[in-house]
């Protein structure tokens, strides 16, 4: 089974940036849609942006104009580049694939994101 794992997590400052990553144990980027998401201490979990096979890239309202999906199939791995980070975007981040699975198997285990005021 393909294993996912997220990394790059850490402590910014408001207004920063960090870059995570989601690397994949096995060639499923170049097949199936990938999905970031987020969770935050008390709330529920929330889509941010999905990659498709093709490239192709949606983003919801809360993150569009600051974040970027970007994928390197060769590397097996996905990225987000957080961008004018702000405290409200402190949570774990997690990516998801396929898209819309929600076997534990389809999900990393996240990376901590917390960004300081």
């Known amino acids: 089974q393909v294993q996912l794992v997220e990394s790059g997590g850490g402590l910014v400052q408001g207004g920063g940036s960090l870059r995570l990553s989601c690397t994949a144990s096995?060639?499923?980027?170049?097949?199936?849609?990938v999905g970031w998401y987020r969770q935050a201490p008390g709330k529920e979990r929330e889509l941010l942006a999905y990659?498709?096979?093709?490239?192709?890239?949606n983003y919801e309202d809360s993150v569009k104009g600051r974040f970027i999906v970007s994928k390197d199939n060769a590397e097996n791995t996905v990225y987000l580049q957080m961008n004018t980070l702000k405290p409200e975007d402190t949570a774990v981040y997690y990516c998801?694939?396929?898209?819309?699975?929600?076997?534990?198997?389809?999900w990393g285990q996240g990376t901590q994101v917390t960004v300081s005021s």
């Open positions: 998801n694939c396929p898209y819309g699975s929600n076997l534990p198997g389809h």
């Open positions: 096995g060639r499923i980027f170049s097949i199936y849609t």
């Open positions: 990659i498709r096979r093709d490239g192709s890239t």
